[in-house]
């Protein structure tokens, strides 16, 4: 990973604001001086405004999945936490310097003596000293061999910066990953009670019906009761959708970092797109570029450094070091009292003999080497565990679209079939709200079958890294804020090596949209 492109992650995600400063972040009015930005052909986004409310930004209008994402990128709170620890390792970077480069102290002092040293020699008082003495110097300390642990800490350093930046690209993917989710989420909750308005509607219907057929005796009481109770059932059903797709949008808030009193509309449904993969150039997509690997390979090296530098502790440490002065009285003549400089330099070796301590860190060290050498080993297991479940989820949730479009297909025939027959007196209410209710469910299951399948592609996006951004050939010459958040989305096959190639959608069933 090349230091332009670890700039350019760190950069993007407070840089993002740039891409969604034309959206709803206030409801009534615009700022100051604020331009109106032209809106994306999937939704009409409103304008900024100055709507901040406890420390969030309040939106409203329209957003499609692509701004969910943009505004998650931007406010999410977690994933201004993993940005923060870019400056943990610029730090460490700096202090790893600070033990191979030399260090320079200055120093200064003054002292007055109460009495001057003196002795006579042949009736001659001769004083050794100053009343008023002062000083002024300044020492420089290099350290030149240190067993290999100066090396192993600047190494060591620049690990963590890699690491540090697999983790905002891990944060990031993460942030997409639940945004994408909630999104989706919130969309099928929404269609749930369209679908749970529809059947009460219905009933509502047949019961008018089922009273008018009883003022002229075709009906019974029995008849009008059963009604009632469907129209009851259903009303409770309803609620209960409604509550769930009120819990998926304050999520989906939650997850973009806005304030819980914004008023957005969702205009991106989940899409059936049937999707063919390559297992295997699947497991070596992520093995080569999920978050978490390259975190633990890292993690391996980092550690690594972590054992040369208990092992240096058994190599002699040698220091140079260089002391200028310049003090009054003379530093060679203490009995002229007079400005005067002195300098000293020199080499100092330590070596440790016996240090029962060194072998305990050393022993402590080397085992955490080892464990992370295992965990390295769990992390490559689980990135080949979560391609082969996303897969196999996306072959079942697949078979279910296709079945549950063809059962709506059936379910909605079957409705026709039998208000037809309800009304040439050849089947009896029971049978009429068996359909209806048939039909209904076909509906929730058609729905629910389609969020099954997006969150499969989404799972399987997830599973092989694609979620988490990846350097562009020319990093050095992106803007921040061009980061393609549909790339990372949905990528075609030249951007996945043929892994992941994404089929034409079919036609939804005529009755999905009813």
């Not at 809106?39 to 986004?45: I, L, Y």
Request: no cysteine.
């Amino acid at each position: 990973m090349t230091r332009s492109f670890r700039t350019l992650i760190l950069l993007t995600v407070p840089f993002l604001v740039l891409g969604v400063s034309g959206q709803s972040f206030g409801e009534d009015e615009l700022p100051s001086g604020g331009a109106t930005r032209q809106p994306s052909p999937q939704a009409t986004v409103a304008t900024a405004g100055d709507g901040w409310e406890n420390g969030a930004v309040r939106i409203g209008g329209e957003i499609t999945l692509e701004d969910a994402v943009k505004l998650a990128l931007t406010y999410n709170r977690n994933l201004k936490i993993a940005v923060q620890e870019r400056g943990v390792a610029e730090g460490l970077i700096t202090q790893a310097w600070g033990e191979a480069l030399p260090v320079v102290s200055l120093n200064a002092n003054y002292i007055r003596l109460d009495e001057v040293p003196s002795f006579e020699i042949a009736d001659r008082h001769i004083t050794i000293g100053s009343l008023n003495n002062y000083s002024a110097g300044v020492t420089v300390d290099q350290p030149v061999f240190r067993g290999g642990a100066v090396r192993a800490g600047l190494r060591a350093a620049e690990l963590y910066e890699a690491l540090t930046d697999e983790q905002i690209r891990g944060a990031v993917q993460e942030v997409v990953y639940l945004t994408v989710a909630a999104y989706y989420r919130a969309q099928l909750g929404r269609q749930e009670h369209e679908v749970a308005q529809s059947y009460v509607n219905q009933s509502r219907t047949q019961l008018a019906d089922v009273q008018s057929k009883k003022k002229y005796g075709v009906a019974s009481e029995f008849n009008v009761l059963r009604a009632e109770v469907d129209v009851a059932n259903s009303e409770t059903e309803m609620i209960r959708l409604a509550n769930n797709h009120d819990q998926a949008a304050a999520a989906l808030l939650r997850t973009m970092g806005v304030s819980q009193e914004s008023n957005v509309t969702l205009v991106d449904d989940p899409e059936y797109h049937p999707l063919t993969i390559d297992e295997q150039q699947a497991v070596e997509l992520a093995l080569a570029d999920r978050p978490d690997v390259l975190g633990a390979e890292l993690g391996v090296g980092l550690q690594e450094q972590a054992v040369a530098v208990a092992k240096s502790r058994y190599w002699p440490e040698l220091d140079a070091f260089f002391t200028y002065r310049n003090a009054r009285p003379d530093p060679h003549v203490a009995t002229l009292d007079e400005w005067g400089d002195a300098w000293s330099g020199g080499l100092m070796l330590r070596w440790t003999i016996f240090d029962r301590g060194r072998t305990g860190r050393l022993v402590v060290e080397r085992a955490l080497l080892e464990q992370q050498r295992i965990g390295l080993s769990e992390v490559r297991q689980m990135a080949r565990f979560d391609v082969r479940s996303a897969h196999l989820n996306l072959i079942n949730a697949d078979r279910a679209v296709k079945s549950q479009g063809r059962n709506l297909e059936r379910a909605t025939e079957g409705q026709r079939l039998a208000n037809v027959s309800f009304r040439e007196g050849t089947i009896d209410q029971v049978s009429l709200l068996d359909a209806t209710t048939a039909l209904a469910e076909a509906g929730l299951l058609y729905y629910r079958s389609i969020f099954a399948h997006a969150m499969s592609r989404l799972e399987l996006r997830r599973a092989t890294g694609l979620l988490a951004p990846t350097a562009p050939p020319d990093a050095g010459s992106v803007e921040p804020a061009q980061l393609d958040v549909q790339d990372l989305l949905e990528a075609g096959p030249e951007q996945t090596g043929s892994a992941l190639v994404s089929e034409p959608p079919p036609n939804p069933p005529p009755a999905a949209k009813e």
